[in-house]
């Protein structure tokens, strides 16, 4: 049940999904291992309610780590919940920091919930292949104020950094804004829209901010109403799939029905798309980390 | 275009939304009164950048908050995005924990993004005419043991209470299982569905939860797989929904469209839905506190 629920609830290509249950002769070391050398497979999600052999599993995670990303979503984290997991399962949580330091020491993220899971493998899956990342410095484009400061919010509370703009930049952003503007990240494009049409805004600010050479990565903000849906999505989306830097879409509805046809169209490209600012920086703020640590 | 996307994005009713932006007569407080005696409006959720006068909107915010529940997202909260918000707004947001704890004083409820302001925002609509709650003590009812474990956490991590369950209970819930069985809260009902149907399982099972007086709330969780999309989900509806008990529904998908179908069917019945297990327990926690605060 489990896994059918996984593979038909995203978007994005899911490969293989191993349940293993109460395992009797395959462990979680075996699958990871299995699925670290298989390459078919370019992002590795676990849910964990323990583990069975503690050592052999961080081996096998290191090697694993070491090739694609690894997400872990441990869950038993509270005495709750090792309590629960002890009864379906029957597996022992252990202490819950150790083992997180373990696990980040062997090279695998950390994720919280199965929201974070589907959202960071989503984005891993699309930009893994992606050159590495300079810094962690995000520029945000967005067609509302709240959407500027709730991403600035996000991005001091995942210790990223906002990205300065070069002069460069600022200049190609000011060529779609009524004059007297001034611009500055995170950028609130409404005026550019009514100057200019949602299109030509979009697509001015946007390419401006991926090629600048001081921003590692870009959240990208529609409020799905009649002046922004009026632009061509595909178009937009043809003209800056080939930044070679990770860039995220958050869609604030609108028309639920909109908002879903425009995720397909985007996902179907390979972009990742988020409902939330919040959870937007959240994934983006996840890859630039670890594009940024693999640099060398 | 903000107003807009608020309005259309929610199944639940939205009575007013007041949009200030760079407000000049108007202020916050002015907007927190009227909707505070405004007998059409059941829950106040605020989205604010920072206050004109913070003394009158605290006064306005305790007023209101004795009435209704008064949920509060307060942007900017961060050192980034209180500068963009100055940039937004021209609000100075002020020393964020000083801000928080004047707020829950003023009897507030503090949220920290959209999902969370409206999860909690549906979840307050439909609930906060039952009774009050004894204590915070949680049942859960889940298709998958993975969705106890993460329930069992996240009752953990927002500070409440698994609830023991009464004799009666365990007698009422073991009779849809194989002989044998062991019944513990979180319910893990996978061998009763496939003992009885889905159905009978979920209907004796929550019917017996929500009906012991050692639970406060429940949390029921399904995945629309097969085995579970065979049950006539209204009926179900129609006989939980008398209890006089805060419980939300999870539906972990299976089939996208059947998901939303569901989730149609049940919110139209004022019955909150989510889709993952943590953020119903958060909703459940805030409702149950809530009624738990105002219990004398």
């Known amino acids: 049940g489990f896994a059918r629920w996984i593979t ?3 978007y994005f290509g899911i490969d ?5 249950g109460n ?4 462990d979680e070391a075996d699958a990871v291992d299995h699925l670290g050398s298989d390459p078919s497979c370019s992002v590795i999600g676990l849910y964990l309610e323990g583990v069975k052999d503690g050592r052999k599993f961080l081996k096998a995670v290191e090697r694993a780590a070491s090739r694609k990303p690894l997400l872990v979503l441990k869950s038993g984290r509270t005495p709750l919940g090792a309590e629960a997991a002890t009864s379906h399962t029957g597996s022992l949580s252990g202490e819950d920091r150790i083992f ?3 696990l ?5 993220i950390r994720v919280y919930d199965f929201d974070e ?3 960071l493998a989503k984005t891993f899956s699309y930009f893994a292949d992606l050159p590495p990342a300079e810094d962690l410095r995000v520029g945000v484009v967005s067609v509302s104020g709240a959407g500027c400061v ?3 919010d996000a991005i001091g509370d995942y210790g990223l950094r906002l990205a300065g703009l070069g002069e460069d930049t600022i200049e190609r952003i000011l060529s779609v804004y009524p004059s007297g503007w001034i611009a500055r990240n995170p950028i609130d494009m409404w005026s550019a829209i009514e100057e200019v049409g949602a299109f030509d805004a979009y697509l001015t600010i946007t390419e401006a901010v991926l090629e600048d050479d001081g921003v590692d990565g870009a959240s990208i903000i529609f409020m799905l109403i009649p002046d922004v849906t009026e632009m061509d999505i595909r178009r937009f989306l043809r003209e800056i799939k080939p930044y070679r ?5 958050c869609f604030m509805g609108g028309d639920m029905r909109l908002v879903h046809e425009w995720e397909q169209i985007a996902e179907g490209e390979s972009i990742p798309v988020f409902h939330s600012p919040e959870r937007a920086i959240r994934a983006l703020g996840a890859i630039l980390r670890w594009k940024h640590e693999r640099r060398r």
């Open 104 to 108: 980040r020491r062997a090279g695998a």
């Open 16 to 20: 293989k999904v191993v349940i293993l």
């Open 23 to 26: 395992r009797c002769d395959i």
């Open 100 to 102: 997180d330091a373990a």
């Open 117 to 119: 899971l589907f959202d």
């Open 245 to 249: 830097k990770p860039f995220t879409l």
């Open 150 to 152: 709730l991403s600035a």
């Open 8 to 10: 038909s609830s995203q």
